[in-house]
């Protein structure tokens, strides 16, 4: 039996979702942000992206999430995820590297 490509409409659910989540805030809690994540995930195995590539996902990911639990010391539920989180993220796993 050889592999079927399941066709997806070309709208982008997980976009969808997070602009649903987030409303006219800025900010989402961490919780949120992870399942998102997590949907995100399964849209791009859906798509028929490689494993390859969705197990590169995870691991960031996971990267992502060490770095809210080592940084801000919280619940997930208490954890507002916002550009500055972002940016300190980036700031730590990348520049720090470069300087």
Do not use: W
């Not at 987030?22 to 919780?31: E, F, L, P, Q």
């Not at 849209?43 to 801000?72: C, R």
Request: proline share 1%; hydrophobic share 35%.
């Amino acid at each position: 039996m050889g592999k079927k490509i399941l066709k997806i409409p070309s709208i982008d659910s997980h976009r969808l979702n997070m602009q649903t989540v987030r409303g006219k805030n800025d900010t989402m809690i961490a919780n949120e942000f992870f399942l998102l994540h997590e949907k995100f995930t399964q849209d791009k195995v859906l798509e028929g992206l490689a494993s390859t590539t969705i197990n590169g996902h995870k691991e960031n990911f996971k990267y992502f999430n060490k770095y809210i639990n080592e940084e801000y010391q919280s619940g997930a539920d208490c954890i507002a995820i916002d550009s500055e989180v972002l940016k300190g993220y980036v700031y730590v796993n990348y520049y720090s590297l470069v300087l």
